[in-house]
């Protein structure tokens, strides 16, 4: 059974060493001292920390999501939700730390994205950008959730973070090596599904996580990111609130996020419909950081047209024109760079034959095989933490 397969049952791809997990909405900590160690050292190739959590404001002084760190700044990687005796949080990756004010933002769900230059948080939009310049680290012990590695011994104590963790992701370049996913094991006992290495990962500390409710909803679809933003047409984010969009000629807003040409795009149940004269295409654009991170890499484009859903696998490189197409039910999807940074998301064809048809979704994402999947004729396709700012419709239009 392939790791991204199963919404209910998990399964490793090594033959079943997931099966019979149960997925969940969260796992949390009560500030007892559980910790769970992730196996996971920072290296050369480490670019990319994502945690989505909700953080208790009764945390004490240096209370820490995730981290490692080795002294003097070395091998550290570090995250606090309360700094020393202040509602700050701080960050920190190898070098100086970097502070921001976090008080509005205990209790609610956040993702804290953490690269080798930059720290964001976000809840609904993004309430902490902050930048700085520094090469990183490479840490000698594994990262730590729940508090932090103090060379290879946890802090149960000032640094123990009381908090719900919705998942944590590790990539290396536009390469995710680590996806940690709230799960009960086969007895029931709550701890971290890993995908990659089909690991299931417990409490280590005193203390025992408490978890939501199975079937509660919310739970996590076991599927890759989608790196399209805005891509659910049946339930898409149209802040712009008109029932349709056209354009003759030129490029016009349209959806969050995308832009329409030479056709109408009307917004209708259960999806959009694309009509016109000739050939018209509706376009999103791809982040250049996205873009330039993606590069060498295999992707899979699928779309979805009315009941059938196609894809292609291909490798992105910097050749201006076409990178990958595939025809749904006569339109076409596809993957456009416009030039050595530019790289767009693409829907379209002769429009004229293609008022009926109903667009239901699009998807990028990493790897050789589509995981867009229909279930009651609703969607099992995660997103980046970006995508989900629209998908809550709390985010700039784009223009």
Same mark, same amino acid.
């Given at each position: 059974?392939?790791?991204?397969?199963?919404?209910?049952?998990?399964?490793?791809?090594?033959?079943?060493?997931?099966?019979? &997990?149960?997925?969940?909405?969260?796992?949390?900590?009560?500030?007892?001292?559980?910790?769970?160690?992730?196996?996971?050292?920072?290296?050369?190739?480490?670019?990319?920390?994502?945690?989505?959590?909700?953080?208790?404001?009764?945390?004490?002084?240096?209370?820490?999501?995730?981290?490692?760190?080795?002294?003097?700044?070395?091998?550290?990687?570090?995250?606090?939700?309360?700094?020393?005796?202040?509602?700050?949080?701080?960050?920190?990756?190898?070098?100086?730390?970097?502070?921001?004010?976090?008080?509005?933002?205990?209790?609610?769900?956040?993702?804290?994205?953490?690269?080798?230059?930059?720290?964001?948080?976000?809840?609904?939009?993004?309430?902490?950008?902050?930048?700085?310049?520094?090469?990183?680290?490479?840490?000698?012990?594994?990262?730590?959730?729940?508090?932090?590695?103090?060379?290879?011994?946890?802090?149960?104590?000032?640094?123990?973070?009381? &908090?719900?963790?919705?998942?944590?992701?590790?990539?290396?370049?536009?390469?995710?090596?680590?996806?940690?996913?709230?799960?009960?094991?086969?007895?029931?006992?709550?701890?971290?599904?890993?995908?990659?290495?089909?690991?299931?990962?417990?409490?280590?500390?005193?203390?025992?996580?408490?978890?939501?409710?199975?079937?509660?909803?919310?739970?996590?679809?076991?599927?890759?990111?989608?790196?399209?933003?805005?891509?659910?047409?049946?339930?898409?984010?149209?802040?712009?609130?008109?029932?349709?969009?056209?354009?003759?000629?030129?490029?016009?807003?349209?959806?969050?996020?995308?832009?329409? &040409?030479?056709?109408?795009?009307?917004?209708?149940?259960?999806?959009?419909?694309?009509?016109?004269?000739?050939?018209?295409? &509706?376009?999103?654009?791809?982040?250049?950081?996205?873009?330039?991170?993606?590069?060498?890499?295999?992707?899979?484009?699928?779309?979805?047209?009315?009941?059938?859903?196609?894809?292609?696998?291909?490798?992105?490189?910097?050749?201006?024109?076409?990178?990958?197409?595939?025809?749904?039910?006569?339109?076409?999807?596809?993957?456009?760079?416009?030039?050595?940074?530019?790289?767009?998301?693409?829907?379209?064809?002769?429009?004229?034959?293609?008022?009926?048809?109903?667009?239901?979704?699009?998807?990028?994402?990493?790897?050789?095989?589509?995981?867009?999947?229909?279930?009651?004729?609703?969607?099992?396709?995660?997103?980046?933490?970006?995508?989900?700012?629209?998908?809550?419709?709390?985010?700039?239009?784009?223009?």
């Amino acid at each position: 059974m392939s790791i991204w397969g199963n919404p209910i049952m998990m399964g490793g791809s090594g033959g079943g060493g997931g099966e019979g &997990m149960t997925p969940l909405q969260y796992i949390a900590s009560t500030g007892a001292g559980e910790y769970i160690d992730t196996g996971y050292a920072v290296n050369a190739d480490t670019d990319l920390i994502i945690a989505t959590v909700e953080i208790d404001s009764t945390n004490p002084n240096w209370a820490s999501p995730y981290g490692v760190m080795e002294g003097g700044g070395v091998g550290e990687c570090i995250f606090y939700a309360k700094n020393n005796g202040s509602n700050n949080c701080f960050f920190c990756w190898g070098g100086p730390s970097y502070t921001s004010d976090f008080s509005d933002y205990y209790g609610k769900t956040v993702t804290i994205r953490a690269t080798r230059n930059i720290g964001q948080v976000y809840s609904g939009k993004s309430v902490i950008n902050l930048s700085f310049n520094q090469s990183g680290s490479i840490s000698t012990y594994p990262l730590y959730l729940f508090t932090t590695d103090n060379f290879g011994s946890a802090i149960t104590d000032t640094h123990i973070c009381k &908090m719900k963790l919705y998942g944590f992701d590790i990539y290396e370049g536009a390469v995710q090596k680590r996806m940690f996913r709230p799960a009960l094991d086969a007895a029931g006992t709550p701890g971290l599904y890993e995908f990659f290495t089909d690991t299931f990962f417990y409490n280590q500390g005193p203390g025992a996580f408490t978890y939501s409710p199975p079937g509660s909803g919310g739970e996590i679809p076991l599927c890759r990111y989608n790196l399209a933003v805005n891509w659910d047409f049946a339930d898409p984010s149209n802040s712009r609130g008109n029932s349709s969009y056209t354009s003759s000629g030129s490029l016009v807003w349209a959806l969050d996020g995308w832009q329409i &040409m030479n056709g109408t795009m009307t917004v209708a149940q259960g999806g959009i419909k694309l009509s016109g004269s000739g050939f018209g295409y &509706m376009t999103e654009w791809m982040t250049n950081d996205m873009s330039s991170r993606l590069v060498g890499q295999e992707l899979t484009l699928t779309g979805w047209v009315d009941d059938t859903i196609n894809s292609v696998t291909f490798t992105l490189d910097n050749t201006t024109g076409v990178q990958a197409s595939v025809t749904v039910d006569g339109l076409d999807f596809y993957i456009y760079r416009n030039d050595g940074t530019t790289v767009t998301f693409n829907i379209g064809g002769n429009l004229s034959e293609s008022s009926n048809k109903l667009i239901k979704a699009i998807k990028l994402e990493i790897g050789d095989t589509s995981t867009l999947r229909s279930q009651s004729g609703r969607l099992l396709a995660t997103t980046t933490p970006l995508t989900e700012l629209i998908r809550t419709r709390q985010t700039v239009r784009y223009n």
